[in-house]
């Protein structure tokens, strides 16, 4: 396993595009999480699945903002009508973890090298 | 909200030099990460301090959860170029965020040869 694979790895749209964004965890993770970052900032929490479950989504993720663990694998992020500043870099990261633990020490999260969008 | 502040913003020292970074939070925190990240790529986690008072070391880095786990340092020693990136905390397990990490802002640093 190569860790988690994020695609693309830029993309730069025109406002008021949809663009998509697909995260490939590490295969025997059950638990991936999606967060937003940038310039000059932490990364910002956005939502994340326990398996197919999408159990917990953050204020930042507007109704602009859909996100699918369809068969508990693959994750798909989704941005209709992009404005200006969802311009940022978009990380996907994923753990092993039981279903309602919450997260300790003993859990490390693996990042993707993230996809960074720009809107023009 | 948690949140975890951390200082300096930036640092720009010679090689050779030593240096701390802080991150505080009026927040307990169960455990405390570092991270590293270089431009364009995510997050790689350099360690985990999960006891109070725990000081940890990674070579030339060291790295200490305050007693209260509220706060957390990291000090480089002899800082060299391979060292310049953004340094992230990152807290878990704790009220609102037991489920996800909270990241401070991190702290540019860069070493210049």
């Known amino acids: 396993d190569t860790g988690v694979s994020q695609d693309p790895r830029h993309k730069i749209t025109k406002r008021g595009q949809n663009v998509t964004f697909r995260c490939d965890p590490i295969?025997?993770?059950?638990?991936l999480y999606w967060y937003r970052q940038t310039l000059g900032q932490g990364p910002e929490f956005l939502t994340y699945?326990?398996?197919?479950?999408?159990?917990?989504k953050s204020r930042l993720l507007s109704d602009r903002f859909s996100a699918e663990r369809p068969k508990g694998s693959f994750s798909t992020l989704e941005i209709q009508r992009t404005e200006q500043g969802d311009s940022a870099m978009y990380l996907c990261?994923?753990?092993?973890?039981?279903?309602?633990?919450?997260?300790?020490?003993?859990?490390?999260?693996?990042f993707g090298a993230g996809s960074r969008l720009t809107v023009l | 909200t948690q949140l975890l502040e951390q200082s300096p913003q930036f640092l720009s020292i010679q090689e050779g030099e030593n240096l701390t970074v802080y991150c505080n939070s009026s927040s307990v925190f169960s455990s405390l990460q570092w991270y590293r990240q270089e431009p364009g790529e995510g997050p790689v986690l350099l360690v985990t301090?999960?006891?109070?008072?725990e000081v940890k070391k990674l070579k030339r880095l060291t790295f200490q959860f305050g007693d209260a786990r509220k706060d957390s340092s990291l000090h480089i020693t002899a800082a060299q170029p391979g060292d310049t990136g953004l340094y992230l905390c990152?807290?878990?397990?704790?009220?609102?965020?037991?489920?996800?990490?909270?990241f401070g802002k991190g702290t540019k640093l860069s070493v210049i040869p």
């Open positions: 295969s025997e993770h059950n638990r």
């Open positions: 990261a994923s753990t092993r973890i039981k279903v309602r633990q919450v997260l300790s020490g003993a859990n490390v999260l693996t």
């Open positions: 990152a807290g878990a397990g704790s009220g609102a965020g037991s489920y996800q990490l909270t």
């Open positions: 699945f326990q398996n197919e479950a999408q159990l917990e």
């Open positions: 301090v999960v006891t109070g008072g």
